[in-house]
């Protein structure tokens, strides 16, 4: 019998804006300081894209930084799926438009929508691609101009985000014990009102406060992300000792220190084992782990035979892991 292709890990590329907006930058304009930003989430700063930047133009950036390191061509990608909540249009997609930017084959391109386990999904759906055999070379993106849909005005919710795209490539392999091991999604809609971000269709109900930015109910969220990403990493540690391994390195969804802290606590997995860069970029949604992976390689925190665990969690409410063997 043939065994299933792997989906193994050829590239990874990013792109974030050149703008960096510091925490003093919002004290003009909201009543918050440096230190309460830094000691209630860890960031330091973000980047916010400049006039005329998209997660389209981004995206583009990283994907090709991507095929680099992957040594492919734009002709060798068989499939494109951008994770994305602010896509430059609500059709066509972020990631049509970089098929033919980047000079792609008539290939399959479609955007996904899983909010901040976005990335995680769309790895999912490159994997079965790619173990059927219809697709050798799968570019999987997360790109975000999260900038573009949060209110100024609002300091609950403004100093937490920032802007970027990471870009990953999955390529088909016969090697057994290499690339994506396992997957882990799962979704709620029961939180749906938790985070939300409406488009120009939204119906809002006399409950709603209608708008257009995004809106969020922090300390739920909270709460929510400590206890997914607490079970998600328990049962990824079990699921890893069964196939003999230990995880080395955690990149998860980039979002506040104490998130991170107070799961790597309850756990006793070790911190000094956690990619971490929300201090410089925020929480940059579906771009937030490939980002995040694509700095751990470049840097060599992860190196070719490492197990990575890739962990999202946010709006939908969704939630999921990715085991991936480098
Ligand atoms: C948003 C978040 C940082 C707020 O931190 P928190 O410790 O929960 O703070 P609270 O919401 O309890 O607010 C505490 C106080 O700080 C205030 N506050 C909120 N934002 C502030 C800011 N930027 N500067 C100063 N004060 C602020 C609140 O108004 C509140 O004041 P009050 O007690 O007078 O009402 C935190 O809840 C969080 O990170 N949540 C998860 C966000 C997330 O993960 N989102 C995306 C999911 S993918």
Known sequence: MQLPLQAVLSGTGSYVPKRIVRNEDFTSTI???????????????????????????MGLKASKIALEQAKLKPEDIDLIICATITPDWMTPSTANLIQTQ???RHIPAFDLSAACTGFIYAVSVAKQFIATGSVKHALVLGSEVLSRVIDLTDRNTCILFGDGSGAAIFSASTEQNR?????????????????????????????DKPGFFLTMHGRDVFKFAVTKFTELLKDAIRRAAILG??????????????????????????????????????????????????EAIQS???????????????AGLTWGSTLLQL
């Open 31 to 57: 009543d918050t300081s440096d230190e309460w930003i830094r000691s209630r989430t860890g960031i330091r700063e973000r980047r916010f894209a400049e006039q005329g930047e998209t997660g389209t133009s």
């Open 102 to 104: 980047l000079g792609c």
């Open 179 to 207: 690339g994506i091991l396992d997957i882990d999604l799962h979704s709620d809609g029961k939180g749906n009102h938790l985070i939300r971000v409406p488009s120009p269709v939204t119906q809002f109900t006399p409950e």
């Open 245 to 294: 391994r230990e995880i080395g390195l955690i990149v998860p969804h980039q979002v506040n220190q104490r998130i991170i802290d107070s799961v790597m606590e309850s756990t006793g997995f070790p911190s000094d084992r956690v990619m971490i860069n929300l201090d410089r970029y925020g929480n940059t949604s579906g771009a937030s782990v490939p980002i995040a992976l694509d």
């Open 300 to 314: 060599g925190r992860a190196k070719r035979g490492d197990l990575i665990l890739l962990v999202g969690f946010g």
